[in-house]
């Protein structure tokens, strides 16, 4: 009975055994298919960060082909700037507009720019400088509208002069305010708010530009006056047109005696004096102003040598500009006595000038390299 138990215990024993080798022979299998699993989910893993290389790689490559040059590419953004600075002409008696045309640095502005190069002073030696030379270059900030210009204190040094004063006020208000991101300029010296320059220019508010420079009066008018804004060239090298500010009878409209003025000689008030745009005895036959466009027709004598001796494109300026600053205007329509320009074959190609572009660009002389862009100044200059 003993045995007998013990004999079965034995089978159970075996069976046991045998049923305990199936569990773990079972355990193994469950431990395999884990293993492939896990190597499954590595492959993929690896296969997914191969190709996001790929994608970036491609990518990369893709940036560095369309960069290259003759290939399309982005546009970039234009940093050039022409700026309208303003000098004195030769004889130091008038303000010249001067155009000069300058690359932006990343941080630039305008303004700042514009102040900047007008400190620096004018490249061409048949200019003059306004701002004094040899004192530290004005820094400029931008709030709102207004544009804060902190002149250093050493300008104090400089100051004296109605003439000298008004001119530099006026130099500093009409270049920032060009530049086209301000309406009016604030003046600090040292950094502090003054009320009055030596010659007792009020400069506590801020100041708009004047609305008239190289003003010459004419006293020899006894009724009633108006001003006329005409432009003239300024020096015989017939580089830079200029604006006079005259003084002429009133009871026409302004436009049409700016242009007759235009026609005529300047006023010889200062040596070497300014220089007409066109030759002797042109006249202004009619004059109309019709959806922002002048209709402009002259009386020339010869028309088949007209502007032989006269550039055209200086006249046409001239005219444009004197028009402009009298009137509404956007364009020129111009006809020598009663014919259009343009229908003269030497004047098909003439190109009529435009409010925007860089039309006073300053001279370099030859053999002179002046940079497009230089570093902010430290110091005088």
Same mark, same amino acid.
């Given at each position: 009975m003993?045995?007998?138990?013990?004999?079965?215990?034995?089978?159970?024993?075996?069976?046991?055994?045998?049923?305990?080798?199936?569990?773990? *022979? =079972?355990?193994?299998? =469950?431990?395999?298919?884990?293993?492939?699993?896990?190597? *499954?989910? *590595? &492959?993929?893993?690896?296969?997914?960060?191969?190709?996001?290389?790929v994608i970036v790689a491609g990518a990369g490559w893709m940036w560095?082909?369309?960069?290259? #040059? =003759?290939?399309?590419?982005?546009?970039?953004?234009?940093?050039?700037?022409? &700026?309208?600075?303003?000098?004195?002409?030769?004889?130091?008696?008038?303000?010249? #507009?001067?155009?000069?045309?300058?690359? &932006?640095?990343?941080?630039?502005?305008?303004?700042?720019?514009?102040?900047?190069?007008?400190? !620096? *002073?004018?490249?061409?030696?048949?200019l003059a400088r306004v701002y004094p030379a040899n004192i530290p270059v004005p820094?400029?900030?931008i709030e709102g509208r207004t544009a804060v210009v902190d002149l250093p204190s050493e300008i &104090?040094?400089?100051?004296?002069?109605t003439a000298r004063e008004g001119a530099l006020l006026d130099a500093i208000t009409l270049t920032a305010v060009a530049a086209g991101e301000c309406r009016n300029v604030r003046l600090l010296v040292g950094g502090e708010i003054m009320e009055t320059t030596v010659e007792g220019y009020i400069i506590d508010n801020p100041?708009?530009? #004047?609305?008239?420079?190289?003003?010459?009066?004419?006293?020899?008018? %006894?009724? %009633?006056?108006?001003?006329?804004?005409?432009?003239?060239?300024?020096?015989? %090298?017939?580089?830079?047109?200029?604006?006079?500010?005259l003084e002429v009878m009133a009871g026409t409209p302004p436009v049409e005696e700016a242009v007759k003025a235009l026609l005529n000689s300047p006023p010889r008030i200062v040596d070497p004096p300014p220089l007409r745009v066109c030759p002797t005895g042109y006249s202004l036959e009619r004059l109309a102003i019709e959806n922002?466009?002048?209709?402009?027709?002259?009386?020339?004598?010869?028309?088949?040598?007209?502007?032989?001796?006269?550039? !055209?494109?200086?006249?046409?300026?001239?005219?444009?500009?004197?028009?402009?600053?009298?009137?509404?205007?956007?364009?020129?329509?111009?006809?020598?006595?009663g014919r259009p320009v343009t229908s003269y074959g030497r004047f098909t190609r003439l190109?009529? #000038?435009s409010q925007n572009d860089c039309w006073n660009a300053e001279y370099q002389p030859v053999g002179e390299s002046i940079p497009l862009y230089s570093n902010p100044l430290e110091g005088g200059i």
């Open positions: 003993t045995a007998a138990k013990k004999k079965k215990s034995g089978k159970n024993a075996s069976a046991n055994k045998a049923g305990s080798k199936k569990k773990r *022979g =079972g355990a193994k299998s =469950g431990s395999d298919s884990k293993k492939v699993e896990a190597v *499954g989910r *590595g &492959l993929n893993t690896f296969l997914l960060t191969l190709l996001i290389l560095v082909f369309l960069g290259k #040059p =003759g290939l399309p590419t982005q546009p970039q953004q234009d940093r050039s700037a022409c &700026l309208e600075l303003y000098f004195y002409d030769s004889a130091v008696s008038y303000l010249v #507009p001067v155009h000069r045309r300058v690359v &932006l640095a990343p941080n630039d502005k305008k303004t700042e720019r514009a102040i900047r190069e007008f400190a !620096i *002073g004018p490249h061409d030696p048949s820094s400029v900030t &104090l040094r400089h100051m004296g002069g100041l708009e530009p #004047p609305d008239a420079i190289n003003k010459v009066p004419n006293f020899s008018l %006894d009724s %009633d006056s108006q001003w006329v804004t005409v432009y003239f060239l300024r020096d015989s %090298d017939r580089k830079y047109l200029f604006p006079l500010t922002s466009i002048a209709h402009v027709d002259l009386g020339v004598p010869n028309t088949e040598t007209a502007f032989f001796d006269y550039d !055209i494109n200086i006249f046409m300026r001239a005219l444009y500009q004197t028009l402009r600053d009298n009137a509404e205007i956007s364009g020129i329509d111009l006809s020598f006595n190109e009529f #000038p």
